[in-house]
């Protein structure tokens, strides 16, 4: 087996593992110290790794905290030079939670001004979730009206506190250490390698969504 390090920081939860052949390693931390000083506390968490000798690289790209993902990004990218990287899609990685759940799952996170990031997956019996909407970036409205017709559905994040159907068990709201090593291993297996890891950014501006919220509001008053 190679041996494997991986992280996500898109969020204020720093989840990471390492495994090889001999070992497996789960860290999860949550305080308020920032990105940095976790990511320093992961490494001390786990003084049995060389991380000079590393084979692959999991790094988680979002959405989330652009800043978390710059410092997450950084900091595996320079474990990883010369080597494999794979890149974990950080809303998949909190659909995770609920990979059985024989429905759809509905993550959003709060992005900025009001806003929330969003992604629309499908769990089911063998644990391997369907991407049915890639992420994206909108209004709390638009997202009640874009995921209407997803029956039943469950929604988790930190957004989820603007719908019905969400679930009361905050921790379901963030990544978790021992998914992140199971959707670290999905991406080997499909031999999934990047050369150059950058954070998902939406397309989508604050000001174009502004404008086209602006825009619709003006269609229905009329």
């Known amino acids: 087996m ?13 989840v990471a593992c390492y495994f ?33 000798d590393l084979d692959c690289v999991g790094i988680g790209i979002g959405p989330g905290s652009l800043t978390g993902l710059r410092v997450g990004i950084a900091f595996a990218s320079g474990l990883g030079v010369g080597k494999k990287f794979v890149q974990i899609n950080s809303l998949k990685l909190i659909a995770s939670n609920l990979e059985f759940y024989e429905g759809y799952i509905v993550v959003v996170r709060k992005a ?14 063998n644990g391997r979730l369907a991407e049915i909407e890639s992420p994206f970036i909108d209004d709390v ?4 009206e874009k995921i209407s017709r997803y029956e039943p559905k469950v929604c988790i994040g930190d957004g989820a506190e ?3 159907q969400r679930l009361e068990s905050p921790d379901y709201n963030f990544p978790n250490a021992r998914k992140l090593f199971k959707l670290t291993v999905e991406e080997i297996e499909k031999s999934s ?3 150059l890891v950058e954070p998902l950014y939406l397309q989508k501006s604050i000001a174009e969504l502004n404008f086209e919220k602006k825009q619709r ?5 009329k």
């Open 2 to 14: 190679l041996k494997v390090f991986s992280i996500d920081t898109s969020t204020s939860r720093v």
């Open 20 to 52: 090889d052949d001999d070992m497996k390693c789960l860290i999860e931390l949550e305080t308020k110290a920032k990105h940095g000083i976790q990511i320093s506390q992961v490494v001390k968490k786990m003084p049995e790794v060389n991380f000079h």
């Open 112 to 125: 900025r001004e009001g806003y929330l990031y969003g992604g629309v997956y499908h769990g089911n019996s």
């Open 141 to 144: 409205e638009s997202i009640r």
């Open 162 to 164: 603007f719908f019905e």
């Open 193 to 195: 390698f990047v050369e």
């Open 217 to 221: 509001e003006s269609k229905e008053s």
